[in-house]
């Protein structure tokens, strides 16, 4: 049956067909739904046969010989978070799992599987990766998955649990090979996506839904955890030295647009030494140094020729002794 163009599927004797140009291929099953191609038994039912027929007959003729003793072994009871899964003579029974509440089981003849259908998280054991730029980590992440068919999980694999956990180990080194360490150290949310897609694709055969996938904690070198510190000190010092250089350079053109300001009015310069002088004591400093202009001393002391003489005369005391008075 086709419409609109579309290839749909047809469901005819247990068996999956498709037509249009996607016949032959796999047509891909809601989650949770059975496909009967990919799970194995769930087609048409093989005949039991004569001494299948049999051996029910007598199951059932125990059953009834031994109520309502029988009742208590040959009813199980299936828990809300578990699907049971019947095998009757080592076939699958149809219908799916079965559960929760009551199941009847036939002595002999049925046997069944629980499968817990909670949400399980196991740690991914550190992996030794070699990444893309050639250096070596250990990295270790957190996955989350549960069962979303329990017929297909105890039919297409044998351990469902123990094939996702290796799964997941493997998919984190593949995935991890091809990302450089700056991208697994800033990426691991494209990281997880990715891994979490990769995982669901490969479980879904499986039954098994891949709802989360975390890296943990991704470990260096000791010499290299060594060598990324030292270049990102140099890389800090470097651009500390920068900022100075700038700092130093503005402050330089504050500066001189301070001293022409500063040379235009001269009193200017001797309130800013004052000042100067009130933020040195406040401090409480025992020893001063107050820088004391020559221009101030103009106008106190005379610098002529006779203050020249007599700072002559105060140089060289003994030049002078034996002179006498007015000569």
């Known amino acids: 049956m086709a419409a609109n163009g579309k290839n749909l599927v047809a469901m005819e004797g247990g068996k999956t067909e498709l037509d249009g140009s996607a016949k032959g291929s796999r047509a891909r099953a809601p989650p949770g739904s059975i496909v009967n191609d990919q799970v194995i038994g769930a087609g048409e039912p093989a005949p039991m046969g004569l001494c299948g027929y049999i051996l029910m007959f007598f199951s059932y003729i125990l059953v009834v010989l031994t109520f309502p003793i029988s009742l208590c072994f040959f009813i199980k009871v299936v828990q809300e978070y578990e699907r049971a899964v019947i095998f009757r003579l080592g076939q699958l029974v149809p219908g799916g799992a079965k559960g929760p509440g009551l199941i009847f089981m036939l002595p002999c003849v049925e046997t069944h599987r629980n ?130 250089a700038e700092g130093e350079k503005n402050a330089s053109r504050a500066l001189k647009e301070a001293s022409e300001v500063i040379s235009e009015s001269p009193a200017a310069l001797q309130l800013r030494y004052l000042q100067t002088l009130n933020a040195i004591s406040a401090e409480k400093n025992s020893t001063i140094i107050f820088p004391l202009p020559v221009d101030l001393l103009r106008g106190i002391l005379p610098f002529g020729s006779n203050g020249n003489h007599h700072m002559n005369a105060g140089q060289n005391p003994g030049s002078h002794a034996d002179t006498p008075p007015g000569v």
């Open 115 to 244: 499968v817990d259908m909670r949400t399980v998280t196991f740690d991914v054991p550190p992996q030794e990766i070699l990444s893309k730029d050639s250096v070596t980590v250990a990295v270790d992440a957190v996955v989350y998955y549960r069962v979303q068919n329990a017929t297909i999980s105890v039919t297409n694999v044998e351990n469902a649990q123990r094939s996702t956990r290796l799964l997941a180990a493997t998919t984190l080194r593949n995935v991890l090979g091809t990302k450089t360490l700056g991208e697994i150290l800033t990426e691991r949310e494209n990281i997880s996506h990715q891994m979490q897609t990769a995982l669901d694709e490969a479980t879904d055969a499986w039954g098994v839904k891949v709802e989360r996938v975390e890296v943990k904690d991704v470990r260096l070198p000791v010499q290299l955890q060594r060598a990324m510190a030292a270049e990102a000190e140099a890389t800090r010092e470097a651009r500390a030295k920068v900022i100075a």
